[in-house]
């Protein structure tokens, strides 16, 4: 019952993590805690095995979309390289700062990442781009396929400078960062939005590499749960993938933030309120 329960969380992780380039993280590390803590069936995994077992899962999301994005060419390699040059030094750290963690400290921080996330994802459509990023930094010119021309760029330094904050938030959490980084990509970078996503995937792919070394050499993987979620996280990455094509992703945001703001606020309840 348990196998099957954790292979269904990482179908819905991988889908929703490829869907919108979020790296199924920030599904699969609430829903895993809520199961541990909600149900006496459920075996409950400490902070440090749960981040264990999504940066080792989102490998496998991240290939798995990574290469169905490159089929139709929506990555940037170049930018990909950049992003995963500032972010790799910081799921390092974050992943070092992680074993210090206690279950409620890991607890109250993680949700108020999560309710921090979900208004993110609740602004993102009123906010104004911002063209300074792109006057003033390494640009790209990107046709879709309507042939409509996106010119979209940023200071190497700034995007190291992010993308290191992205990967330490991707160490002590285990979430993929795209939940940070793709706002970020459309909003200051001006990236077209399948491109952010594509660009995002193939980042969380290399960063999870890095990420995965770390936690495994700091014992941190339950190894045995990961045949049930990694193949279920493959599978929903493939589909989240086909579906990004087809979908306008806007309900499942709208679906996602909510989501995200109730697990946010419960994470921080149980963080202040458990012994």
């Not at 963690?101 to 999560?114: A, E, T």
Request: no cysteine; charged share 10%.
């Amino acid at each position: 019952m348990v196998f099957i329960i954790m292979a269904l969380v990482g179908i819905v992780s991988g889908i929703v993590g490829a869907l919108i380039g979020l790296g199924g993280g920030v599904i699969l590390v609430p829903a895993l805690l809520f199961l541990g803590t909600g149900f006496a069936f459920f075996p409950e995994l400490s902070p440090q095995q749960i981040v264990g077992l999504s940066v080792i899962m989102m490998i496998f999301t991240g290939l798995s979309s990574t290469l169905a994005y490159m089929k139709v060419g929506t990555v940037d390699y170049k930018s990909g390289i950049i992003f995963f040059a500032g972010s790799a030094p910081g799921t390092i750290i974050g992943a070092f700062v992680n074993k210090n963690l206690d279950l409620p400290s890991f607890n109250l921080y993680f949700g108020i990442l999560l309710v921090l996330l979900s208004l993110l994802l609740l602004i993102r459509g009123h906010l104004k781009e911002v063209h300074w990023f792109v006057d003033n930094g390494r640009q790209t010119t990107f046709i879709d396929k309507q042939q409509k021309e996106y010119v979209y760029g940023y200071p190497i330094w700034f995007a190291l400078l992010l993308t290191f904050f992205v990967g330490f938030a991707s160490g002590l959490f285990g979430i993929g960062g795209g939940s940070i980084i793709v706002p970020a990509m459309i909003l200051l970078f001006l990236f077209p939005p399948h491109v952010a996503i594509g660009t995002s995937m193939f980042m969380v792919f290399l960063s999870a590499i890095i990420n995965s070394i770390t936690h495994i050499s700091l014992g941190h993987v339950p190894w045995i749960y990961t045949a049930a979620v990694v193949p279920g996280a493959y599978i929903g990455a493939k589909l989240g993938a086909r579906l990004n094509k087809h979908l306008n992703s806007e309900t499942l945001v709208i679906i996602l933030r909510l989501v995200l703001l109730v697990l946010g606020l419960r994470s921080i309840y149980e963080g202040i309120f458990s012994s």
